[in-house]
């Protein structure tokens, strides 16, 4: 009795041993991949973005290259295998569906391609596959793992958030959110422990936030409330406005060409796009950095070059998705919310109250327009404080993503992934 009672504990103890160690094998592969990626990703667009900027042509140009490198990855190399961005990580999820290894390289490579080159997404929605198809294929190195597929699939894509983003929280709550709310023992064991590997990286590699508010000071005038209120209503509004648009280019062919000349006409059209707005070229951070760092005198130099820009880019990520481009809408909403938040800041300033700050709406409209377009809250609320390195505006935005969230579900109760598995 007692010999059985202790091989229960001994397999048990085996069992609970081999998952945290190949939890925090994930973490560590999966963060040290993706930051690497990241910082590749980052060096390689702000160099053609600056070239671009000194050569003007170079914005219809880049887009073309890219595009027409993928396309012939895609087409000698992946063997004409599509990318379907996070919708293929749900049908894993959901539908038992297999990530196949080559995903991972097809992922990452396609992204660096897509923003390196111009294409007006992100490297998120590519982390995010590529880093689940890692956590399929850690589920099946041994027979225990196979039961908890959906766990390894959703710590590998935590710890992927978790480095992008400078937030384990956000990588937990992605994860939970976004890809399948699973409350098992086994599904924090594994997320806290890649998680932890994951953050161990950001502390070891001295990984920097994505924007650097440097000496501004976010302080909360209370009587800009009723203001931050409206643009939890407009983000929650400009949310399904993108997941519209983003879905209605994706699947409607505007140019009735062979693929090849559908490409090379679809790469030119969305470089004359760029051309138009360069704040649309890759994922747009440098236009926020841009507000951060010259504020009121920068948006309102640039109104109406920002406001023709929030409403292009979701087109401008449909077409670039549309043309074989990956990413999806993870970083257009973060730039989306940045930019509308600067207009309305502006607008706040210039005629009610000329003490509101225009970096709080900055702040706000990041978390707001990320709650709305995903459906994600948590994910939303400490994605803004990670990438800023700020909670001064806890407390509001605390509230406010839940009003943008809940507006825009009501509207539409579909983001641009979920809306691909309904069809």
Same mark, same amino acid.
């Given at each position: 009795?007692?010999?059985?009672?202790?091989?229960?504990?001994?397999?048990?103890?085996?069992?609970?041993?081999?998952?945290?160690?190949?939890?925090?094998?994930?973490?560590?592969?999966?963060?040290?991949?993706?930051?690497?990626?990241?910082?590749?990703?980052?060096?390689?667009?702000?160099?053609?973005?600056?070239?671009?900027?000194?050569?003007?042509?170079?914005?219809?140009?880049?887009?073309?290259?890219?595009?027409?490198?993928?396309?012939?990855?895609?087409?000698?190399?992946?063997?004409? *295998?599509?990318?379907?961005?996070?919708?293929?990580?749900?049908?894993?999820?959901?539908?038992? *569906?297999?990530?196949?290894?080559?995903?991972?390289?097809?992922?990452?490579?396609?992204?660096?391609?897509?923003?390196?080159?111009?294409?007006?997404?992100?490297?998120?929605?590519?982390?995010?596959?590529?880093?689940?198809?890692?956590?399929?294929?850690?589920?099946?190195?041994?027979?225990?793992?196979?039961?908890?597929? *959906?766990?390894?699939?959703?710590?590998?894509?935590?710890?992927?958030?978790?480095?992008?983003?400078?937030?384990?929280?956000?990588?937990?709550?992605?994860?939970?959110?976004?890809?399948?709310?699973?409350?098992?023992?086994?599904?924090?064991?594994?997320?806290?422990?890649?998680?932890?590997?994951?953050?161990?990286?950001?502390?070891?590699?001295?990984?920097?936030?994505?924007?650097?508010?440097?000496?501004?000071?976010?302080?909360?005038?209370?009587?800009?409330?009723?203001?931050?209120?409206?643009?939890?209503?407009?983000?929650?509004?400009?949310?399904?406005?993108?997941?519209?648009?983003?879905?209605?280019?994706?699947?409607?062919?505007?140019?009735?060409?062979?693929?090849?000349?559908?490409?090379?006409?679809?790469?030119?059209?969305?470089?004359?796009?760029?051309?138009?707005?360069?704040?649309?070229?890759?994922?747009?951070?440098?236009?926020?950095?841009?507000?951060?760092?010259?504020?009121? %005198?920068?948006?309102?130099?640039?109104?109406?070059?920002?406001?023709?820009?929030? %409403?292009?880019?979701?087109?401008?990520?449909?077409?670039?998705?549309?043309?074989?481009?990956?990413?999806?809408?993870?970083?257009?909403?973060?730039?989306?919310?940045?930019?509308?938040?600067?207009?309305?800041?502006?607008?706040?300033?210039?005629?009610?109250?000329?003490?509101?700050?225009?970096?709080?709406?900055?702040?706000?409209?990041?978390?707001?327009?990320?709650?709305?377009?995903?459906?994600?809250?948590?994910?939303?609320?400490?994605?803004?404080?990670?990438?800023?390195?700020?909670?001064?505006?806890?407390?509001?935005?605390?509230?406010?993503?839940?009003?943008?969230?809940?507006?825009?579900?009501?509207?539409?109760?579909?983001?641009?992934?979920?809306?691909?598995?309904?069809?």
């Amino acid at each position: 009795m007692n010999n059985s009672i202790v091989t229960k504990k001994n397999i048990v103890w085996v069992k609970w041993s081999r998952i945290v160690y190949c939890a925090a094998l994930v973490g560590i592969i999966v963060g040290l991949i993706t930051l690497m990626f990241k910082n590749l990703v980052e060096e390689y667009e702000h160099l053609l973005f600056n070239k671009a900027q000194h050569f003007k042509l170079f914005f219809i140009v880049f887009p073309l290259i890219g595009l027409l490198i993928i396309y012939f990855l895609r087409t000698y190399v992946f063997n004409k *295998k599509k990318n379907k961005g996070i919708s293929e990580v749900l049908e894993a999820v959901r539908e038992g *569906k297999k990530l196949p290894p080559y995903k991972v390289p097809s992922h990452f490579f396609n992204g660096f391609l897509t923003v390196v080159f111009g294409g007006s997404t992100g490297i998120e929605v590519s982390t995010v596959v590529a880093t689940a198809a890692l956590g399929d294929m850690a589920s099946r190195k041994d027979p225990i793992f196979k039961k908890y597929r *959906k766990e390894f699939i959703g710590s590998a894509i935590a710890c992927g958030v978790t480095l992008l983003f400078c937030s384990p929280l956000a990588g937990l709550f992605f994860s939970y959110e976004t890809i399948g709310k699973q409350k098992t023992k086994v599904f924090w064991v594994t997320h806290l422990v890649s998680v932890g590997f994951a953050t161990l990286i950001i502390f070891l590699m001295n990984v920097t936030p994505v924007f650097n508010l440097g000496n501004h000071e976010t302080v909360i005038h209370y009587q800009a409330i009723p203001f931050f209120i409206a643009l939890s209503v407009l983000a929650g509004c400009y949310g399904v406005y993108m997941t519209k648009v983003v879905s209605f280019v994706k699947k409607n062919n505007f140019l009735d060409f062979s693929p090849y000349l559908q490409l090379i006409a679809g790469g030119v059209l969305l470089g004359c796009v760029l051309f138009v707005f360069p704040q649309l070229y890759g994922d747009g951070y440098h236009a926020i950095e841009s507000i951060i760092h010259h504020n009121s %005198l920068f948006v309102l130099v640039s109104f109406w070059l920002l406001l023709g820009a929030l %409403l292009v880019k979701p087109f401008a990520t449909g077409f670039t998705l549309k043309l074989g481009g990956d990413g999806g809408v993870f970083a257009p909403s973060i730039f989306g919310g940045a930019i509308m938040g600067a207009l309305a800041g502006l607008i706040v300033q210039k005629y009610f109250f000329a003490d509101a700050q225009l970096i709080n709406f900055v702040v706000l409209g990041v978390a707001l327009t990320v709650a709305a377009t995903l459906h994600a809250p948590f994910t939303a609320l400490f994605l803004t404080f990670g990438i800023f390195n700020s909670y001064a505006l806890w407390l509001p935005l605390a509230v406010l993503v839940f009003i943008s969230f809940y507006i825009s579900k009501k509207i539409f109760p579909y983001t641009v992934y979920t809306l691909a598995l309904k069809k």
